[in-house]
């Protein structure tokens, strides 16, 4: 738990992936269209990933990922973000906490 804390609190967005998942690209694609770049983890590609994904699972991310943290806190995954998308929560959202500035 205190590893997911640290890295979901490294920028003021970051993303739990995994690189062979397409709704992980679709949320990571999202993101970098709106002018965000956040810090990314591909749970397939690093140490201890499994440990990782266990913990989102616990914090009650199903599936995994994507698992995005906006502002240290864990917003949801792909139905989540797609949906704050939408009805057009997710700017202001990521503006609040500086990670667009338009």
Known sequence: MERVTKLASEKSVVIFSKSSC???HTIKTL???LGV???VHELDDIPRGCEIEQTLLRLGCNPSVPAVFIGGELVGGANKIMSLHLNRSLIPMLRQVGALWV
Request: hydrophobic share 35%; aromatic share 34%.
């Open 22 to 24: 397409c709704m992980s």
């Open 31 to 33: 993101f970098y269209d």
């Open 37 to 39: 770049y956040p810090a």
